[in-house]
DNA sequence: TCTGGGGTCCTAGGACCC
DNA sequence: TCTGGGGTCCTAGGACCC
């Protein structure tokens, strides 16, 4: 194998809401079923069987559409900690093969696995962790493996449900080219309709050089060369070694089935978020910041406003004179269907070590900067640009 | 047809400082 | 009176992802 070279696999499991729901109640497998807002029509689905997608049923689609395809569609839903129990599971074993561990999301995850190929063909290891999953814990996924973890997150949606593909620098162009530019990870619903209106239908075409003039007619050049940039095998190969402990943010909202009309309906509802968002911020110990409400009319029309403290805080009473001085300011009496609260600009209490915390806080100004700059670089060295928003944003620290 | 919930990343403009 | 160049922080919102 070439020197620098990573094999990397992009895990992703297969409608792993519904396969985890399928382990509670075997009675669901090969029915139509999906997971959402129990006994209501309204919501969206947030993922459904691979029986309910034969009717056309598909994640993100309104309940009240999907019923229409499939009067008979059965509609549940679980505690997120039972999802989370079988995500603990899927990391816990993939532990096994290698440590270098990226979390994509509940269901998918990054694992570099280039030692272990040193002595394993990676088609072995990757049918032996996808056997065990389905095997130990009746969970069906498919394998990417390329040498970036975009390739390896693009191979992996190739062949669905329970493939294994490999993707060869050398064969993007014969299996990646074909595909449709939505296809592409990080080009959405916004951006996709714009290239296919001026004939960009493909990933070959995106890629094509005659096509880059009317490509950068919709995307500027820095965001066209990086997705070039990946679809040549040059982007992120390395494993960053950040954990879901390391929220930036955390948040929730909630959409109400009756409108919100008042000041002072829709700080008591914020009070009950604040509340819920709060009890995480305490458990998980972290200090915030910067306080966000959000908030959408029944036009769909959505703000978010946000203030930002001068200390970090985990005081109740603090957090929530922000969110009432928000809303003060910012809401002018129209119905409203949705509510939110956000705290950014976390930091872990348990990251903090005061000692270092004061070596640093003893420096002059430009000795600061400099100990920041020698971290950011050095961060981005090893871990590419990724990394070096996230020292960026955990700087703050050092105020 | 009518649009959930929880995140990250990126951009752009204004305020402020030197 | 008219006015630079660089940098950081804050705020708001768009796009995207699962």
New binding site residues.
């Given amino acids: 194998m070439k020197n620098g070279v990573h094999i990397i696999f992009h895990i992703d499991f297969n409608a792993f809401f519904c396969a985890v729901a399928e382990i509670y109640n075997p009675a669901l497998r090969n029915t139509a079923f999906a997971i959402g ?1 129990e006994n209501s029509n ?3 689905i ?1 993922t459904c069987s691979y029986e309910a997608r034969k009717y056309g049923i598909h ?2 689609m ?1 309940l ?2 999907a019923f ?1 395809k499939l009067k008979t569609l059965n509609v549940i839903s679980l505690p997120y900690d039972y999802y989370l129990k079988y995500h603990y599971k899927f990391i816990e074993l993939l532990k096994e093969y290698s440590n270098l561990i990226e979390i ?5 995850a990054y694992i570099d696995v280039t030692e272990l190929a040193k002595t394993r063909h990676p088609l072995v290891i990757a049918k032996e962790i996808q056997t065990r999953l389905l095997t130990n814990y009746h969970l069906p996924c498919s394998i990417g493996i390329a040498t970036t973890l975009f390739l390896a ?1 693009m191979a992996s949606d190739l062949q669905k449900p329970l493939g294994l593909t490999v993707l060869r620098n050398k064969d993007v162009k014969k299996m990646l080219y074909p595909k449709s530019v939505k296809d ?9 309709p714009k290239l296919e209106e001026i004939g960009i239908l493909t990933i070959g075409d995106f890629l094509n050089p005659d096509n880059k003039n009317k490509v950068l007619e919709i995307l ?1 050049i ?2 066209y060369n990086e997705v070039v940039d990946k679809f040549n095998a040059h982007s992120r190969n390395t494993i960053l070694p950040l954990h879901k402990e390391d ?9 109400y089935d009756r409108r919100i009309v008042g000041e002072e309906e829709a700080l008591y509802e914020l009070s009950v978020l604040t509340k819920d968002i709060y009890k ?1 911020l305490k458990k998980e110990k972290y200090l915030t ?2 306080v966000t409400i959000t908030l959408r009319n029944i036009d ?1 029309n ?7 403290l001068t200390n970090y805080t985990d005081d109740y009473n603090e957090i929530f004179n922000v969110v009432s001085d928000l809303l003060e300011d910012n809401y002018h009496n129209e119905a409203l ?2 509510l ?1 609260v ?1 705290f950014n ?1 976390l930091i872990n209490k348990n990251l903090i070590v005061e000692e270092e915390y004061n070596l640093f806080n003893a420096l002059n100004k430009s000795e600061k ?1 400099e100990v920041i700059n020698d971290i950011m670089v050095n961060f981005k060295e090893k871990y590419g ?2 990394a070096l ?2 020292a960026r ?1 955990k ?2 620290l050092f ?1």
């Fill in positions: 807002r309204y919501g969206v947030s994640s993100g309104p009240a559409i229409k994509g999301s509940i269901d998918e997150k592409i990870f990080g080009i959405g619903k916004k951006t996709y500027s820095e965001r929220n930036l943010s955390i948040s929730t909202m909630s959409t995480r910041k910067t769909f959505t703000i978010t406003r946000s203030k930002t269907r949705l939110g956000g600009n900067e640009n990724k928003y996230y944003e700087k703050t105020d």
